[in-house]
């Protein structure tokens, strides 16, 4: 039974924990009301899982141990759905020759990504400084379009949220 009952610490830990980091993402995305859902489910978990550990403290240590090792994995578990989820844009800043910036200008608009460009003066040549707005989700797709044309360019993430306006 005690099995069991660790095992169900476990399960509850990464589910609060996971939740938690995912809580933080739709958060800073703006998503308040669903956070606020979330935070009370949070809640609830801790109550549960808490409760358990505290309830028998000094008769089981594996308790703690399992839930511990819940919080650890539910952190590790939070992070890559966070990743699989990719919520919200980033802006990618490109410094790249002027030659190239245009060809990767060209290839991003064939692709369907927005991009400004403006030009700039490099130690030993023009640049080209490229704006792209993109999904989260898209980034590794325009990192690689950009990459193939220019295996030389610097580019540079933010997260960014649109304030009015744009194309994505």
């Given at each position: 039974m005690e099995i069991l009952i660790c095992l169900l610490i476990f399960a509850l830990k990464v589910l609060e924990t996971s939740l938690g980091t995912f809580r933080i993402i739709i958060l800073s995305n703006g998503k308040k009301?669903?956070?606020?859902?979330?935070?009370?489910?949070?809640?609830?978990?801790?109550?549960?899982?808490?409760?358990l550990v505290v309830l028998d403290i000094k008769k089981s240590i594996l308790r703690i141990i399992f839930l511990v090792l819940g919080c650890i994995s539910g952190?590790?578990?939070?992070?890559?759905?966070?990743?699989k989820i990719?919520?919200?844009?980033?802006?990618?800043?490109?410094?790249?020759?002027?030659k190239l910036g245009k060809l990767i200008c060209n290839s991003?608009?064939?692709?369907?990504?927005?991009?400004?460009?403006?030009?700039?003066?490099?130690?030993?040549?023009?640049?080209?400084?490229l704006f792209i707005m993109v999904p989260r989700k898209k980034q590794k797709d325009v990192k690689k379009l950009i990459l193939n044309i220019d295996k030389n360019a610097m580019i540079m993430s933010e997260s960014a949220s649109i304030i009015k306006g744009g194309y994505i």
């Open positions: 009301v669903l956070s606020s859902i979330l935070s009370g489910v949070i809640a609830f978990i801790w109550v549960v899982s808490t409760g952190s590790y578990i939070g992070s890559i759905i966070e990743e990719a919520i919200g844009n980033n802006l990618l800043i490109t410094i790249t020759s002027d991003l608009r064939q692709n369907n990504f927005a991009v400004t460009v403006t030009r700039a003066n490099g130690i030993k040549e023009i640049k080209n400084i």
